[in-house]
């Protein structure tokens, strides 16, 4: 069964950092692309980052470039998604999701995910 989990979310001023962690059982990270997506309330769940399977390429939404950085440790079997300079508006929820049988590229597409964990809350505020 897979399986994955958040952590790593929290309270923080603006400016400030997080490192999520979306930790993986049952299979693999590796042998799937990886994204990160956000919900913040009243709006559609939105794609932030992702990282594919074979290579590592790496895609980023244009409002987090520069400031959220996705890595995987491969063994830990875990993907990590570091927010730097966090604004108010990064506020959400924010959740890992695997893509089975993936191309060698990630895309920040909703539908291209196949599993998804249950999200771990991160709130910017002063």
């Known amino acids: 069964h897979l399986h994955l989990v958040e952590s790593g979310g929290g309270l923080v001023q603006p400016g400030g950092s997080l490192r999520l962690s979306c930790a993986a059982s049952?299979?693999?990270?590796?042998?799937?692309?990886i994204g990160w997506f956000r919900q913040a309330p009243g709006k559609e769940r939105e794609g932030v980052s992702c990282?594919?399977?074979?290579?590592?390429?790496?895609n980023y939404a244009a409002s987090v470039k520069d400031r959220f950085t996705i890595s995987r440790d491969t063994a830990k079997n875990t993907v990590y998604l570091q927010l730097n300079n966090l604004k108010p508006e990064d506020t959400g929820v924010y959740y890992c999701?695997?893509?089975?049988?993936?191309?060698?590229?990630?895309?920040?597409?909703?539908?291209?995910?196949?599993?998804w964990g249950q999200g771990t809350q991160v709130t910017v505020s002063s």
């Open positions: 999701a695997a893509e089975d049988k993936p191309p060698s590229f990630c895309l920040l597409l909703k539908a291209s995910y196949d599993y």
């Open positions: 049952g299979f693999s990270l590796d042998d799937y692309n």
């Open positions: 990282i594919a399977h074979s290579g590592g390429r790496r």
